[in-house]
């Protein structure tokens, strides 16, 4: 089985391997005519000629002379080419490891769809786990308006943009995930000045200021170096808060304060109000096969990326797939009480209609939700379902909870049913399908 995965089609192996097997037998074959010209016009005297004449075996008759000769060279070519191998093997891939399954992997996640993923904080490293394992075309926009704990102290001591989202999708998408994770979120809990920031911000901050401090170039940076598969950029370059109404209209500001205020939010919005996008944030948005937003805070962690100027706009000129995920269980403070169609007005209320075609819901509402965080399950009944339909939204039901902890999804399970999802909408927009649909 380990050996049939170098037969695979599209690994980019087998056409080079040809191309070394043709020149090397072009190679002997120039050698044995130069050899033969030699021998047939060069008569070598005395011991040097016997000497030749055992060599060149001339006392076999022709066809087992040929045969003789040609066992050798395979077994030479043979325990030659196995050394090599396990030469260069052993600086490659570990002990074990096997090179034509990572080879196959890789060919197979670079032909994965172009996936772009909005939003933030927890929700967006869930989905990003999961996505990596299939397809690294994947391009994270991420929210920069945090300023509470590591992520704001270092904002205001250094001028900063705030590496906290940044840093949990880092973590997500590094090859090592487990390592990198317990790495990039190790926080250190004495030491004066660095009580309390992450491992992870900080590496962040560095790599910033090593590039000048040019933030977007240290993170691309920091990505190389922790080998990670996708791309992470800001939703925006320039320095943004958020500041939130409430349903009394008091006005809190700042991120970290509007999830501590207790209040319900009527709306948010960011503070100064007309910010530039990111470029490259915006031209991944328009080049994408898929557009992800969510899960995670709607208010706090999705929606600040779309309120900043022309990502919106981006979104619907984009001709990709575009699904909302919608959290499978309510946040106190935040979305008490929201089903689906609260979640999607949310996003209609604040930047209009016309985001996304499909909202993926969780249909498994049998798990309980554990402790008493005032988080209740998000469920979605068939007259919700029409109700999102007739405002242009077809929900799409699927298992995708996590069942050790059911207030988050399962990363494995929520890319599963997103690419099931693009795969079914993507046979449906071919000009196939869409003939058929007109010849109807």
Same mark, same amino acid.
């Given at each position: 089985m ?11 192996v087998?056409?080079?391997? =040809?191309?070394?097997?043709? &020149? #090397?037998?072009i190679?002997?074959l ?9 021998? @047939? #016009? ?7 000629? #016997?000497?030749?004449?055992?060599i060149t ?11 003789v ?30 090179l ?6 890789? @060919?197979? =996640? ?24 299939? #397809?690294t075309?994947?391009t ?7 300023? &509470?704990?590591?992520?704001?102290? $270092? ?16 973590? %997500?998408l ?32 560095? +790599? ?12 691309n ?5 922790l ?18 109404? +409430? ?10 304060r *509007? ?5 319900r ?16 944030? *915006? ?23 779309? $309120? ?11 001709? %990709? ?10 946040e ?8 689906p ?7 209609t209320?604040?930047? &209009?209609?016309g985001?996304?075609?499909?909202? $993926? ?12 965080? &005032? ?7 068939? %007259?919700?379902?029409?109700?999102? =339909? ?7 039901? %699927? ?42």
């Amino acid at each position: 089985m380990r050996s049939r995965r170098w037969l695979t089609l599209g690994i980019g192996v087998k056409r080079y391997l =040809l191309l070394i097997f043709l &020149g #090397t037998v072009i190679l002997a074959l120039a050698l044995a005519m130069f050899l033969a010209f030699v021998y @047939r #016009t060069i008569d070598v005297p005395g011991p040097a000629g #016997t000497v030749v004449y055992l060599i060149t075996l001339q006392f076999l008759e022709h066809p087992i002379r040929e045969i003789v000769v040609g066992i050798g060279g395979l077994i030479f070519v043979a325990v030659g080419a196995a050394m090599l191998w396990k030469s260069v093997l052993s600086v490659i891939v570990d002990p074990g490891d096997n090179l034509a399954e990572i080879l196959y992997q890789n @060919r197979r =996640l670079q032909r994965g769809p172009r996936i772009v993923a909005i939003g933030g904080g927890t929700g967006l490293g869930v989905l990003l786990r999961g996505l990596k394992e299939r #397809t690294t075309n994947i391009t994270a926009v991420v929210t920069v308006a945090d300023d &509470g704990g590591s992520s704001g102290r $270092l904002r205001e001591e250094f001028n900063l943009m705030p590496p906290g989202d940044v840093r949990q999708c880092l973590a %997500a998408l590094a090859d090592s995930e487990s390592l990198m994770h317990d790495l990039m979120e190790y926080r250190f809990s004495r030491g004066q000045g660095l009580q309390g920031h992450s491992l992870g911000n900080l590496l962040i901050a560095a +790599m910033a200021d090593l590039n000048d401090g040019n933030f977007e170039r240290g993170i691309n940076a920091i990505s190389e170096v922790l080998r990670i598969r996708g791309r992470i950029l800001p939703s925006t370059l320039s320095d943004v808060r958020l500041a939130a109404e +409430m349903a009394d209209q008091s006005i809190v500001r700042g991120e970290s304060r *509007i999830r501590s205020a207790g209040k319900r939010i009527s709306r948010v919005f960011i503070e100064p109000r007309f910010v530039s996008a990111n470029g490259e944030a *915006i031209k991944e948005i328009l080049a994408a096969d898929m557009i992800v937003f969510g899960p995670g805070s709607v208010f706090t962690s999705v929606m600040p990326n779309l $309120l900043v100027s022309d990502v919106a706009t981006a979104v619907r000129a984009s001709t %990709a797939v575009k699904v909302y995920v919608c959290n499978v269980a309510t946040e106190p403070g935040e979305t008490d009480g929201y089903g689906p169609a609260d979640h999607v007005m949310s996003f209609t209320q604040h930047v &209009g209609s016309g985001l996304f075609q499909y909202t $993926l819901a969780n249909s498994n509402v049998r798990l309980k939700l554990q402790g008493s965080s &005032g988080a209740h399950m998000v469920e979605c009944d068939p %007259a919700i379902q029409v109700e999102l =339909l007739d405002a242009g939204v077809q929900v799409v039901m %699927a298992d995708v909870i996590a069942v050790d902890d059911p207030c988050h999804h399962d990363p494995k399970a929520l890319a599963s049913a997103l690419l099931d999802l693009y795969e079914e909408a993507s046979r449906e927009k071919s000009p196939e399908a869409m003939a058929v649909g007109a010849a109807r």
